[in-house]
């Protein structure tokens, strides 16, 4: 079981650190990645990271802006968000999941996710 944390109302510009921990049995964590989803939209890939390698990935649309780390020892994933915009609001969702990429799919296990609102 994934919990997401940390979303909320910010102005933009600002900064929101989202966390996600894993509970109860998750066997062989390889990869965490976080997505975000507007209403009536597809879920759109954001951040990943390899537990493994530590290697990241990032939508083109947050590089730069958006850090993605982790904690091992935590089994706790997080999302450093910078100079926030308005066009950033949606629902951000964790996944977490034995193959690495940035499709959905990749992914076998999903938080409840949390609300980003970026708006003055």
């Known amino acids: 079981q994934l919990q997401a944390s940390g979303g909320g109302l910010v102005q933009p510009g600002g900064s929101l650190r989202l966390s996600c921990a894993a509970s109860?049995?998750?066997?062989?964590?390889?990869?965490w990645a976080w997505f975000r989803q507007d209403p009536g939209k597809d879920r759109d890939f954001v951040a990943a990271?390899?537990?493994?390698?530590?290697?990241?990935s990032y939508a083109d649309s947050v590089k730069g802006r958006f850090t993605i780390s982790g904690d091992s020892a935590k089994n706790t994933v997080y999302l450093q968000m910078n100079s926030l915009k308005p066009e950033d609001t949606a629902v951000y969702y964790c996944?977490?999941?034995?193959?690495?990429?940035?499709?959905?799919?990749?992914?076998?296990?999903w938080g409840q996710g949390t609300q980003v609102t970026v708006s003055s």
């Open positions: 996944a977490a999941g034995r193959s690495w990429g940035r499709l959905s799919s990749n992914y076998g296990s």
């Open positions: 109860g049995r998750i066997l062989s964590i390889y990869a």
């Open positions: 990271i390899s537990w493994n390698t530590g290697i990241t």
